[in-house]
Nanobody
Framework: DVQLQASGGGLVQTGGSLRLSCEVSGLTFDSYAIGWFRQAPGKGREGVACINRSDGRLYYAPSAKGRFTISYDSAKNTVYLRMNSLKPEDTAVYYC????????????WGQGTQVTVSS
């Protein structure tokens, strides 16, 4: 079974930082893309960042560029999202997801981790 286990969310003040982790099992890490989505209360799910493992290409939402960094550790089959300069509008449930390429629809989702940024 493919499983994605997200962690690292929490409560942080405006301007603070968090690092989310997503451990993936059941997939060969080098053969797929993995990224982060988020869903704020009352809003749809949006893509935040993604990495194509096949060519190393990175994708960031405009709201994430310059503040968020996606990275991975092949040895641990884990992808990270480092979030700096957090704003209240970053408050959301963050999900990791995999698919063949970042430009495609996700196939597998993690359970989500709550990020709350207080003003």
């Amino acid at each position: 079974d493919v499983q994605l286990q997200a962690s690292g969310g929490g409560l942080v003040q405006t301007g603070g930082s968090l690092r989310l982790s997503c451990e993936v099992s059941g997939l060969t890490f080098d053969s797929y893309a993995i990224g982060w989505f988020r869903q704020a209360p009352g809003k749809g799910r949006e893509g935040v960042a993604c990495i194509n493992r096949s060519d190393g290409r990175l994708y960031y939402a405009p709201s994430a560029k310059g503040r968020f960094t996606i990275s991975y550790d092949s040895a641990k089959n884990t992808v990270y999202l480092r979030m700096n300069s957090l704003k209240p509008e970053d408050t959301a449930v963050y999900y990791c997801a995999t698919r063949p390429l970042c430009t495609q629809t996700p196939h597998y989702w993690g359970q989500g981790t709550q990020v709350t940024v207080s003003s």
